[in-house]
């Protein structure tokens, strides 16, 4: 009984009349092909055409499925198929062409898409209700952070949630490099994702609290503010101005908004 391994020949569909040579084929070798008994006639070399089934000249050569072709004279089975007994089915020359016989439908009336967001006081639109507790320098950072994880937990329906911005910038920082970092933060603080911010100094970094706040802009009533030097428990203080921010946040509702006022940012 012969053998085919796997790495020998392939018959890419069930139907096809052709099987592919995966190595040298000699004459005389005996090949097992789906249960059908093929004897290798002529020399076939690896990558190229072995026919299973007998064709006549003009008979189908069928692989993938599908006819790739036609034989030109007869092909017995285990014989090599090449461009000496096979043409292709294509002709030399073929033209192709497009026509769009469907008109496009008229356009019906424009609808205007709204998304429920937060309005705040500068005309922008928030998707979150969130309070935020951002650092003016890395030296308070892990203070924000305690800060923000204490009064999130203990946050008030309607405050999405509550969250620091750690960061090790703000201090030893001149120039440009102050000026970026400072303009980095005011913009943070002014998200419309933030419907209230806490902001916490240290006092003596560069990164000065009231210059951020004046770069911020940020309404009265939705900063809260403080240094943690000039602080007995700057993580209770911060918690504490949450907490007077959450009170107003959680007042905030949703209004249905036009497309045109979400901005995406990747």
Partial sequence: MAHTRPTEILRLHPGDTVA???RDLAPGETLDIDGLIVVVGQAVPGGHKLALLPHAPG??????????????????????VHTHNFRTGLSREES?????????????PALEATFDGYLRADGR???????????????????????????HARRPAGVDGVFAFPHPFGCSQLGDDLSRTRKVLASLAAHPNAGGVVIVGLGCENNQLAALLAEAGLAPDRVRSFNAQASDDEVEDGVRAVEDLAALVARDVRTPRPFSDLVIGL
């Fill in 59 to 80: 008979d189908p050569v069928l692989k993938y499925g599908w006819a790739i072709g036609q034989a030109i004279t007869a092909i017995a089975p285990g014989a090599h």
């Fill in 125 to 151: 639109v928030g998707t979150r209700n969130e309070i935020w507790v951002i650092p003016t320098v890395g030296c308070v950072a892990r203070a924000a952070r305690r800060i923000a994880e204490q009064a």
């Fill in 96 to 108: 192709y062409g497009f026509s769009n016989a469907v008109a496009a439908p008229a356009p019906g």
């Fill in 20 to 22: 592919v040579a995966l």
